[in-house]
């Protein structure tokens, strides 16, 4: 599946940018019925956030490409969206630009007992990154973790 998702990434990606967008993910969600959903999520080359006619503009240009390319063999139904307020964190790139910004982190095993961490995004490297640990039994306390700890991270859009 990973495979196929990055055919699809790589496909698509010199369109999304030429219409001044760029691609934060895509990924196939939990399909209901016998449909699956590709999500295409987006945000603007800018670093503004994505609009309707943005997601639309993309949308079209994107079904049009898959389309033509025929990859994805199941019947699905293309979602494009915008990052949002809780942009998720994929790449390394993405840890690094959002330095400083308050995130959680699910990791893939526990650590102290633990899955989902919240803090500040203190450093990000192309190995991995360091938490600032906020809740109050923690404040104070830093966690390092590899990309390969991490099962996903997200902005937390509603702390500044």
């Known amino acids: 599946m990973e495979t196929l998702l990055s055919k699809i990434e790589y496909e698509i990606s010199f369109m999304v940018e030429a ?3 760029k691609i934060v993910r895509v990924i196939f969600l939990n399909a ?10 987006i945000e603007r080359a800018d670093d503004t956030p994505a609009t309707i006619e943005d997601c639309n503009n993309v949308s079209r240009a994107v079904s049009l490409k898959l389309d033509i390319i025929d990859l994805i063999p199941d019947r699905y139904v293309l979602e494009v969206s915008s990052a949002g ?6 790449k390394p790139e993405d840890f690094c630009r959002f330095c400083g910004k ?3 982190v699910k990791t893939c095993k526990p650590n ?5 961490f919240k803090g500040i995004l203190e450093s990000a490297s192309k190995n991995g990154i360091k938490l600032g640990l906020q809740v109050p039994e923690q404040s ?5 973790l ?5 099962r996903s991270a997200h902005i937390d859009g ?3």
């Not at 307020?85 to 994929?90: F, T």
């Not at 102290?112 to 989902?116: A, E, L, M, T």
């Not at 104070?140 to 390092?144: A, K, Q, R, V, W």
Request: glycine share 10%; proline share 2%; charged share 30%.
């Open 140 to 144: 104070g306390e830093f966690l390092e």
């Open 112 to 116: 102290n007992g633990q899955k989902i």
């Open 19 to 21: 219409l001044g967008c």
């Open 146 to 150: 590899s990309y390969e700890d991490i």
């Open 32 to 41: 209901s019925g016998n449909k699956k959903t590709l999500q295409v999520m």
């Open 158 to 160: 509603f702390k500044k």
């Open 85 to 90: 307020i809780d942009r998720p964190l994929v």
């Open 102 to 104: 308050y995130v959680v």
